[in-house]
T-cell receptor, first 115, second 110 residues
Framework: DAGVIQSPRHEVTEMGQEVTLRCKPI?????LFWYRQTMMRGLELLIY????????DSGMPEDRFSAKMPNASFSTLKIQPSEPRDSAVYFC?????????????FGDGTRLSIL | AQRVTQPEKLLSVFKGAPVELKCNYS??????LFWYVQYSRQRLQLLLR??SRESIKGFTADLNKGETSFHLKKPFAQEEDSAMYYC????????????FGTGTRLKVLA
């Protein structure tokens, strides 16, 4: 298994542009998590899905952020319009969640720079 | 409120010295606790979890419910241990999300 796959690895774009980050979880995993990592705030959970359904989006900073999981093998995190303060590393993680918390498996992350 | 505190942003030790990375938590029920490690420009990976009670790469961590702590320890640090370490808490069954601490960067000096 290739693990959790994220694309792109790096994204540089200008303020105001739409940004879409993609994630393919590990096959068979039923929970998917989006995190943002910054120097100041560390690792923050943005949203997580269980069986493709959003369970908790309380970490989504504002309406400019949206996430979807149309099927068990794909999820997107979209920022529209993007702002310089959105610059961070965005991680996707997946796990097989049943009967209690299980270890999460992380992707390599997307390093996002908004100019 | 659920919270994980890692009081040190940076910890520098010399090679061969003991290491203790601190983690304290706040949780009203029975938590499950994890340590994750992130080597330079790599993905986060699970180092160990408290229910396993195992030693990975020489690291151990004991859950102390009285002190609400889950400190990560290693008796003799190695240069390859230099990395970012995150403590994470997960709650009761049915809630699968983690709460991460802000992380501690460990630098092992030659």
């Amino acid at each position: 298994d290739a693990g959790v796959i994220q694309s792109p690895r790096h994204e540089v774009t200008e303020m105001g542009q739409e940004v879409t980050l993609r994630c393919k979880p590990i096959s068979g995993h039923n929970s998917l998590f989006w995190y943002r990592q910054t120097m100041m705030r560390g690792l923050e959970l943005l949203i997580y899905f269980n069986n493709n359904v959003p369970i908790d989006d309380s970490g989504m900073p504002e309406d400019r952020f949206s996430a979807k999981m149309p099927n068990a093998s794909f999820s997107t995190l979209k920022i529209q319009p993007s702002e310089p303060r959105d610059s961070a590393v965005y991680f996707c993680a997946s796990s097989f969640s049943a009967g209690g918390p299980q270890p999460q498996h992380f992707g390599d992350g997307t390093r996002l720079s908004i100019l | 409120a659920q919270r994980v505190t890692q009081p040190e942003k940076l910890l520098s030790v010399f090679k061969g010295a003991p290491v203790e990375l601190k983690c304290n938590y706040s949780y009203s029920g029975s938590p499950e606790l994890f340590w994750y490690v992130q080597y330079s420009r790599q993905r986060l990976q699970l180092l160990l979890r408290h229910i396993s009670r195992e030693s990975i790469k020489g690291f151990t961590a004991d859950l102390n419910k009285g002190e609400t702590s889950f400190h990560l320890k290693k008796p003799f640090a190695q240069e390859e241990d230099s990395a970012m370490y995150y403590c994470a808490l997960s709650g009761a069954s049915g809630t699968y999300k983690y709460i991460f601490g802000t992380g501690t960067r460990l630098k092992v000096l030659a």
